[in-house]
């Protein structure tokens, strides 16, 4: 055993030496080779590393003026650091790899809306108020700058407080608090403007008055849950439904009353500027629960009920029809409304003949309010043609079409039924089940392409995307810190139900150009939205959203229309501070990120949910905060 040590030492003490053998000789040859290569190896040395260099960089076309005379002495190289070539021999940049820089506009079109002008309109029939319709400007009238926020403005207080405050460095319009002073629409104060929450026909406050609404129809049970107001004023209606869990979408005309959409965008309210006159109203067919009509000067028994036939064709099978207002209780009021009792009454006989011939039925009329509902289907309705000829049913009429669609004084036919107790397409779900129920129109196989399987695919897929995108902006991730939303290519409205228990709400949008019409579907999953083409400017003031998602817009619209013009549209809808998330082919991307840059938006791509290898790729934006400058006098 003691021999067996001893070999065990002697071999261990060997392979040590051997080791420091071996170290002691690597690093001799290693300083060895060092100062082989270090040492000057003159001209040649030089023109192998000439050599190596211009394997790397272009070749230029050089004559240096000072030669090596001494190659053997490094000393002797003189170190030339003045320039050889110019900027004029440089070749230049194509216009496509050029940022190009959008200017400012003119102060005097921080609120332009650019197909509701009201200088363009004057070139239109007046008939019907058709000249207070979209009238969009010709390609070669489109702005190239970018619309100016006035001087002071600021970001909008967060909902709920926005329902009842506004900055008035915002819309700096008085003209309401003078003309409603005596309604209660709107008061001044400050640095700000208040919502009382009043109205023409509800000067206890707009609460009270939906109360008063909700005695006489269920407004508690999840069966209203999408509504719209025509003729809105400052959309206080709409902005007390939204403590109901009912979704408003409220219009009125550009500057009937000077900025009353505007207000109502600005209180985090649903709006759209739009009109009844004589084009369809962009939205499809059985679209809403509730419409409403508070003192909105719109004449219903006008032109054979025409508009009323319009708002038959967005109410969904038993919807309401809400009137207040002349020519209702015309009784008690006809002397405040400068009018004859005569006249009032002749008012009233004709919405009353008008309703009965789209076999409406009269729910109630109690005081100011008068309620009227539309038939869960057409099975009676067409046997009562035989006493009411008109309005006659449409025939071979899609009516879901509502983009630059005129008005048909004919009754869109309800989807057929095989008894008369069942709802035409099929029954809707309470909110909140709705959500997530199989809607109607995808249920009966109505929309091409799309299953029931495929529906609820698509709304666990938005989950993902959305978790995805909070991840990915911290502000969309931050609770409050956006309200206003808008969805270029909303699709089955995937994304907005992603955002159902934030305290957002979103505007869906359909494409005009897209090939399957799902705006239906949308509605009737309980979200709000409208038809649009992104060739054109929206119905709605500068600044209007606080978050904007583009998800597969520029592929659709490639070769349609030009993407500068898109993004400035964007630009011009979305507030100071807003962000963006554009969602599409990285090709497409890249030129989008390019023209962000001139409109001067931060912006950074980002790998699809996917991973790295997904083609499709996220581009993430800021629009930068930038007003007007000060005003001059303020200056001095």
């Not at 009454?345 to 009353?352: L, N, R, S, T």
């Not at 994304?495 to 949008?509: G, H, T, Y």
Request: aromatic share 10%.
């Amino acid at each position: 055993m003691v021999i067996l040590a001893d070999l065990t030492h002697s071999i261990t003490s060997i392979i040590k030496k051997s080791n420091l053998y071996y170290v002691a000789a690597t690093i001799v040859l290693c300083c060895t080779f060092y100062v082989i290569g270090f040492w000057p190896q003159g001209g040649d040395v030089t023109s192998r590393q000439l050599s190596s260099t211009a394997t790397i960089l272009p070749t230029l076309p050089c004559n240096p003026s000072i030669k090596n005379t001494n190659p053997n002495s490094r000393s002797s190289i003189p170190i030339d650091f003045t320039a050889h070539h110019t900027a004029d021999e440089l070749v230049p940049l194509s216009s496509s790899a050029r940022v190009n820089h959008y200017p400012s506009c003119n102060l005097e079109l921080s609120e332009y809306t650019p197909c509701e002008d009201s200088k363009r309109s004057l070139k239109f029939d007046r008939s019907m108020l058709a000249y207070r319709e979209r009238h969009c400007p010709e390609k070669s009238e489109l702005l190239k700058c970018r619309i100016p926020a006035p001087f002071g403005y600021k970001p909008p207080f967060r909902w709920p407080q926005s329902r009842d405050s506004v900055w008035y460095a915002n819309v700096p319009h008085k003209h309401l608090t003078v003309e409603k002073a005596g309604q209660n629409w709107v008061r001044f104060k400050g640095d700000r403007f208040t919502f009382p929450g009043g109205g023409t026909m509800f000067p206890r406050g707009a609460d009270a008055y939906i109360d008063d609404i909700g005695k006489l129809i269920k407004l508690k049970d999840g069966s209203i849950r999408t509504a719209i107001d025509t003729g809105c004023g400052v959309a206080s209606w709409g902005a007390y439904l939204l403590s109901r869990d009912i979704l408003p979408i409220s219009f009125a005309p550009k500057d009937t009353h000077e900025a009353q959409v505007q207000f109502a965008l600005e209180r985090g309210v649903p709006a759209l500027i739009g009109i009844l006159a004589t084009n369809r109203l962009p939205y499809p067919a059985r679209a809403f629960d509730m419409a409403h009509c508070s003192r909105c000067l719109i004449p219903w028994g006008k032109y054979d009920g025409l508009y009323l036939i319009e708002v038959d064709r967005i109410l969904r099978p038993g919807g309401y029809w809400i009137l207040s207002g002349p020519p209702v209780n015309w009784q008690d009021h006809w002397r405040g409304w400068n009018r004859t009792a005569d006249d009032l009454k002749a008012e009233q006989d004709q919405i009353e003949n008008v309703a009965r011939s789209l076999c409406w039925k009269k729910v109630t009329q109690r005081g100011d309010l008068a309620i009227w509902q539309k038939p869960t289907n057409h099975v009676h309705c067409k046997i009562n043609r035989k006493v009411f000829r008109k309005p006659p049913f449409c025939q071979e009429q899609d009516p879901d079409k509502a983009w630059y669609t005129k008005i048909d004084a004919c009754l869109s036919p309800l989807p057929e039924v095989s008894s008369v107790k069942d709802v035409a397409g099929g029954p809707l779900e309470n909110w909140p089940e709705r959500l997530t129920a199989v809607p109607p129109r995808i249920a009966s196989s109505s929309i091409e392409g799309v299953t029931a399987e495929g529906f609820s695919e698509d709304t666990e897929l938005w989950k993902k995307r959305v978790a995805h995108y909070k991840a990915l902006d911290s502000q969309l991730a931050e609770r409050g810190r956006y309200r206003n939303i808008l969805d270029m290519n909303a699709w089955l409205g995937g994304f907005a139900a992603a955002l159902v228990d934030d305290p957002v709400w979103v505007m869906n949008i359909i494409p005009a150009e897209a090939e399957v019409n799902t705006l239906g579907v949308i509605f009737e999953r309980g979200f709000i939205g409208t038809y649009q083409s992104w060739c054109e400017a929206m119905s709605t003031y500068p600044r209007t959203y606080d978050f904007i998602h583009a998800d597969s817009v520029f592929t659709l619209y490639q070769d349609r229309c030009e993407v500068e013009d898109i993004l400035l549209e964007m630009d011009r809808v979305l507030r100071p501070q807003g962000s963006a998330i554009f969602r599409d082919d990285v090709d497409v991307l890249v030129n989008v990120k390019s023209i962000l840059d001139g409109l001067q938006w931060e912006s950074r791509m980002v790998d699809h949910e996917g991973g790295p290898h997904v083609r499709e790729k996220l581009l993430i934006a800021t629009k930068l905060y930038w007003t007007a400058p000060a005003p001059v006098q303020d200056k001095q």
